[in-house]
């Protein structure tokens, strides 16, 4: 039995020894694996083209351009009823042509008298300063022996600035006092054109090299306020308003307060364009002026007076200087459709000087009252 186990030890031997011998020869042969080689950044693989977008430009946004407001520079008022001449002679119609075309007349018998008298009260003068007028003419005429067109011209025109009182103050109190402003109350009806007026006495004022704050108290019409705001800007005034139906006084008050502030030459407030046969409205009149007084004195208070109302712009007149101690007269609408001879009524029967007067509706259509270029202008000689 140890004899096969030995046998089985000694065969299990040789065949291992067999097999070593037949394996390493190849193992001799057989080349060395190589080291792996260090991994390459990857090779970007080249794509197609794609095609390129257009391009799109954003748009441009301009911000908007605010303009600032163009300031007007108002013409300069002296000489200025010179150059609105032409507008004024148109009344020659009533009134200038008239009375040359009789006084021209070879006979000036008392018909002719009678018909200059007539002219005369035709043209708003009134029936007292028409006799006056014609009994100083028709004596002058007697007494010097005159009865040429040019002499009688002459004559008519001494007569007619003579009933114009030209010795009267016309200056526009608006020059500043006492370290405060000058305080411009503008009265007038309903249709004068009391508010346009107002903007116009204000570019009056600024041309004349005045600072002004406008008071916008006519707070029962609805758009008086902005149409004194619109006439303020043009000339770069200031103005103080409240809300519609504000108390007139009250916007009066602050008007003055903030031209005192402000340090301005002219405060000028535009009061309610009231009737005169409203007792109550009127009597509010007289408190806008009370209660600016505060302040101090008035200064100036301006009836705007329509030239085409004729008498019964006198009636106005007389009412609210009753009120308000109306000081100076502006005549408006004293152009082609109006009777010239209204000047000398107020003058006459009132004794309030005519200071300004409107000859047309342009903005700088309102000049300063001179007696003797006014008188010429209607007569049509050359200015």
Same mark, same amino acid.
């Given at each position: 039995m ?5 046998a089985?030890?000694?065969?299990a ?5 067999a097999?070593?011998?037949l ?13 792996p ?13 794609e095609?390129e %977008? =257009?391009? /799109? #430009? !954003? &748009? @441009? *946004? $301009? %911000? =908007?351009v /605010? #303009? !600032? &407001? @163009? *300031? $007007?520079? =108002?013409?300069?008022? !002296?000489?200025?009823?010179?150059r609105?001449?032409a507008?004024?002679a ?6 200038g042509?008239?009375?040359l075309?009789l006084l021209a ?26 006799r006056?007028?014609v009994?100083r003419?028709?004596?002058r ?6 009865d ?8 008519l ?13 016309r200056?526009?109190a608006?020059t500043p006092?006492?370290?405060r ?11 004068s054109?009391?508010?346009?007026t ?5 570019r009056v ?6 600072t ?11 758009a008086?306020?902005?149409q ?6 043009r000339?770069?005034a200031?103005?103080?308003r ?16 903030r031209?005192?502030?402000a340090?301005?030459?002219?405060v ?5 364009g ?16 009370r209660?600016?007084?505060k302040?101090?004195?008035?200064d100036e208070?301006l009836?705007v007076?329509?030239?085409?109302t ?6 106005q007149?007389?009412?609210f ?23 000398i ?11 300004l ?13 001179d ?7 209607l ?5």
């Open positions: 140890r004899s096969y186990v030995i089985f030890v000694v065969l031997a040789v065949l291992l020894v097999a070593v011998a394996l390493a020869p190849r193992l001799r042969r057989r080349p060395p694996e190589p080291a080689p260090p991994e390459a950044a990857p090779t970007p693989v080249a794509q197609p083209a095609a %977008a =257009p391009m /799109i #430009e !954003a &748009p @441009v *946004i $301009e %911000a =908007p /605010i #303009e !600032a &407001p @163009v *300031i $007007e520079r =108002p013409e300069p008022t !002296a000489g200025r009823l010179v609105l001449r507008r004024l148109r009344s020659q119609n009533v009134f042509k008239g009375l075309a007349r070879d006979k000036l018998d008392d018909e002719t008298w009678d018909e200059v008298e007539e002219t005369l009260i035709t043209a708003d003068v009134g029936v007292a300063a028409t006056a007028i009994d003419l028709r004596e005429a007697k007494v010097m022996g005159t040429s067109a040019a002499g009688l011209r002459q004559m025109t001494d007569e007619l600035v003579d009933a114009l009182d030209p010795d009267l103050d200056t526009v608006a006092h006492d370290g402003p000058a305080v411009v109350l503008v009265v007038g009806v309903n249709g054109g009391k508010t346009t107002c903007g116009k006495i204000a004022l600024i041309a004349d090299g005045h002004v704050v406008l008071g916008a108290a006519d707070t029962f019409r609805a008086a306020a902005d004194l705001a619109t006439w303020a800007g000339v770069g200031e103005v103080v409240g809300p519609e139906g504000a108390d007139p006084a009250s916007v009066a008050f602050e008007a003055v307060k031209g005192i502030h340090g301005v030459d002219s000028l407030v535009d009061t309610a009231r009737l005169q046969n409203k007792v109550g409205l009127m009597d509010e009149l007289g408190k806008v002026k209660v600016v007084e302040h101090g004195p008035v208070t009836l007076l329509d030239a085409t004729g008498q019964n712009g006198l009636e007149a007389r009412v200087t009753e009120v308000v101690n109306v000081t100076g007269v502006v005549l408006t609408k004293l152009d082609g459709t109006a009777k010239g001879g209204i000047v009524a107020v003058q006459r029967q009132l004794g309030i000087p005519v200071k007067v409107g000859l047309g509706e342009g903005p700088d259509d309102l000049a300063p009252f007696p003797a270029q006014f008188v010429d202008a007569l049509g000689g050359d200015a």
